[in-house]
């Protein structure tokens, strides 16, 4: 689960996080009154959309990028205008981008320097790792690629947090002295505790800066929340902005499934996820685009298997459906009776490949072969591939 940028440096505020002050704005009239009610002589107007790139997205048909410095109450009207409404467009988003509608008026600050903080859970260790660079402002990953050598880490325990003496050897790599390091020591620390305690899968401050005092300050707050840890933060569940999701995903995952939208024409309905990500692969290997990720699971029902050919055959761009199963826990039998009441409530209005493997698989296939249904069988993954491949070319 994602949050917006201003709810994350309200968790670093409370942290004792040192973030700026900002306000969120829904208008240009409110992004003015925000203008005078933080006083200073600049600020600084952020456009809020679950996607990083935004000070160098732009809105869509226009010039306008997503974060813009202003010095006046009517600029910051302007930009606000400019933003709300509009579709931002960053690396992240893909060509459609994501509609703004909120902004966040933010403080300026006396920037010295630009560095870089980010933790993530290393699967290779089993633990969280600190992640710090002297690039602060640029995409990490592409520091990585051009110069890995400028990124330092730390992986710690999560029972014990980051120990002093890593933050401190952290911020000797940074090149900070003085005050400095004892401030970075102290941010280090709070960062990697509420990465911890709130379940994040990533916590990112891009650019952490060092003001010309020497404190240091979370210019920016990417925080992402793992899903299956939820039912035990209920004040961080209501974060949770729907506007910012795709509706098949929500609709999927209040149905018990797991579904990531993808921009093919090939649905797939698979069980397990290690299935699926093979049925996709063996796809494109025979010259199709799978239209998503589709993990019914293990145990799935009749009405998860319908909810899943409502939300596949709701996407205009599917052409034909593959539905993979491999009977284990799950009975081909259940997925086959499944199949077809789902035809009975949804109609399948493209072509049906279905490939069953497993537990009753023959008195799966006989109960499809004798439903009277026009369904396409499949011996085997690729049979299956090379022939739903074929079906939605020919649609």
């Given at each position: 689960m994602k949050i917006h940028e201003f709810q994350g440096k309200q968790l670093f505020r409370e942290a004792g996080i040192a973030v700026p002050e900002g306000i969120v704005a829904k208008t240009p009239e409110?992004?003015?009154?925000?203008?005078?009610?933080?006083?200073?002589?600049?600020?600084?107007?952020?456009a809020q959309v679950?996607?990083?790139?935004?000070?160098?997205?732009?809105?869509?048909?226009t010039e306008q990028r997503g974060v813009e410095l202003v010095k006046t109450a009517e600029d910051a009207a302007r930009v606000a205008?400019?933003?709300?409404?509009g579709d931002l467009v960053t690396i992240q988003t893909g060509a459609e981008g994501q509609t703004v509608k909120q902004v966040l008026v933010e403080a300026g600050c006396d920037i010295a320097r630009e560095l870089y903080l980010g933790i993530v859970v290393d699967r290779g260790c089993g633990k969280p790792v600190l992640m710090v660079?002297?690039?602060g402002g640029?995409?990490?990953?592409?520091?990585?690629?051009?110069?890995?050598?400028?990124?330092?880490t730390a992986e710690f325990d999560p029972d014990f947090g980051l120990q002093s003496y890593q933050a401190r050897k952290l911020a000797w790599k940074l090149g900070l002295s003085g005050t400095s390091v004892r401030a970075a020591e102290k941010l280090m620390r709070a960062v990697c505790k509420v990465f911890v305690e709130n379940d994040c899968s990533l916590a990112e401050v891009n650019p952490l800066v060092v003001t010309g005092s020497g404190d240091l300050m979370a210019l920016d707050a990417k925080i992402t929340f793992d899903d299956n840890a939820m039912f035990r933060h209920a004040k961080l569940a209501e974060l949770r902005d729907t506007a910012e999701e795709d509706p098949n995903e929500l609709r999927a995952g209040a149905a018990g499934l797991s579904y990531v939208q993808l921009e093919g024409n090939i649905g797939c309905l698979v069980?397990?996820?290690g299935l699926a990500m093979s049925t996709m692969d063996i796809v494109k290997l025979h010259g199709g685009q799978p239209s998503n990720f589709l993990d019914v699971g293990g145990g799935a029902n009749k009405d998860q298997v319908t909810e899943a050919f409502r939300?596949?055959?709701?996407?205009?761009?599917?052409?034909?459906?593959l539905v993979n199963i491999f009977?284990?826990?799950?009975?081909?039998?259940?997925?086959?009776n499944a199949i077809l009441a789902a035809y009975k409530e949804v109609g399948f209005n493209v072509p049906l490949v279905v490939r069953l493997e497993g537990t009753e698989v023959e008195e799966g296939r006989k109960i499809l072969a004798e439903s009277g249904v026009d369904i396409i069988n499949a011996e085997g993954l690729t049979d299956a591939a090379k022939k739903v491949v074929a079906a939605a070319t020919a649609a």
């Open positions: 409110e992004a003015a009154a925000a203008f005078k009610q933080l006083g200073g002589p600049i600020a600084v107007v952020k679950h996607a990083g790139g935004r000070g160098k997205g732009t809105i869509k048909g205008k400019a933003l709300l409404g660079s002297t690039e640029m995409d990490i990953e592409k520091v990585a690629h051009e110069t890995p050598h400028l990124i330092h069980n397990g996820a939300i596949l055959l709701g996407d205009p761009d599917v052409k034909a459906v009977g284990g826990i799950m009975q081909c039998t259940t997925i086959a």
